[in-house]
């Protein structure tokens, strides 16, 4: 028997059904899911999904050469989901949750034995048994519980079982409910008793950390978010992470050209400039997201412009993979 047949054989039931979900799958999936999610963790889970893609995990996994392909498509960071089982979703609400659902889908791989079940009504399945253990709204579940799945597809069960399953936030801020995190979210710096008559002096926080108080920078009205963020001199930023040369937020350039300052917008959207034509054309290019809405939940920061307070959280890798995937797509 080959390796890969052997490495087939051993796989639970459970792992061979999620391996019948691509990313187009998924994606309708998660769509038919959101429906079901708390506010607090809709934009969180649709982020989650940009940063941990299945489309980019299943190239690296069908290459005879992963680590040639990484260089290619420039990746950088931590783009490997199976050494982020606990860690990759502490920007959902419902991380603080996480024991109970990781132990809640490790019972559920073990018994799993039907195909027949959608892969949606599974993860609402989950949600609602955890929830009712634990004596909360199973909405404030679901997206945890989509990510646990999907950890699973590209982690595998033995890893994702061998990971310890802590909670990483701390206790204060596992306290909040979720109308304080929306609250927080949604309000806006007060520029003085006279602020509202200001034009070009005004300050914005932006929060790149919610887990975190002290992670937050002031920006000019108007500024781009990696402008803003430059001024951060707080910590040593290179020893936390090679890619920050400067501040929380990577950055090679400042023309929407490497990819590397991609965040996530979990609160203020609205706030941030419209996606100009280059913006939308390189992030489709990067392959970190497709679409034509003028204020995305995935942004450059180089690019988008603030007018007020924003929260965003930073992927812990980027790359060039967008075009890559589509010339294979053509070739299938």
């Not at 893609?53 to 992963?66: E, G, T, V, W």
């Not at 061998?162 to 927080?184: C, F, N, T, W, Y």
């Not at 034509?292 to 929260?311: D, H, M, N, W, Y």
Request: net charge neutral.
């Amino acid at each position: 028997m080959s390796t890969s047949a052997r490495k087939i054989s051993t796989k639970s039931l459970f792992e061979r059904f999620l391996e019948t979900n691509d990313q187009e799958a998924w994606s309708a999936v998660i769509t038919a899911l959101l429906r079901s999610v708390h506010e607090v963790d809709r934009a969180a889970l649709q982020i989650w999904c940009a940063f941990c893609p299945l489309s980019l995990f299943q190239a690296l996994q069908r290459s005879k050469n992963p680590e040639k392909l990484a260089r290619e498509l420039l990746l950088q960071g931590n783009y490997h989901l199976k050494d982020q089982v606990d860690s990759s979703h502490t920007f959902l609400y419902g991380h603080r949750y996480w024991p109970e659902v990781k132990k809640a889908v490790e019972t559920h791989a073990d018994s799993f034995g039907s195909e027949t079940v959608l892969l949606s009504d599974q993860i609402l399945g989950v949600a609602a048994s955890v929830g009712a253990g634990l004596q909360v709204s199973q909405s404030l579940l679901v997206a945890i519980t989509a990510a646990a799945f999907m950890t699973v597809q590209q982690a595998g069960v033995e890893a994702f079982k061998a990971a310890p399953g802590h909670m990483l936030i701390p206790p204060d801020v596992a306290k909040k409910s979720p109308e304080q995190i929306l609250r927080e979210r949604a309000k806006n710096d007060r520029q003085g008793l006279l602020g509202f008559l200001k034009t070009v002096d005004k300050k914005w926080t932006v929060t790149y950390d919610e887990n975190d108080q002290w992670a937050t920078y002031k920006m000019n009205d108007m500024q781009d978010l990696a402008w803003g963020a430059a001024s951060d001199r707080s910590r040593n930023w290179r020893e936390i992470d090679p890619r920050r040369v400067e501040g929380p937020i990577p950055v090679e350039c400042r023309s929407a050209s490497c990819g590397t300052c991609w965040v996530g917008i979990l609160g203020g959207a609205e706030k941030l400039s419209d996606v100009a034509a280059r913006e939308g054309k390189q992030i489709k290019r990067f392959g970190y997201i497709d679409t034509a809405e003028p204020k995305p939940l995935i942004r450059l920061a180089c690019q988008a412009q603030t007018s007020g307070a924003v929260s965003i959280v930073i992927p812990p890798w980027n790359g060039v993979y967008g075009k890559y995937l589509r010339e294979q797509e053509g070739n299938e």
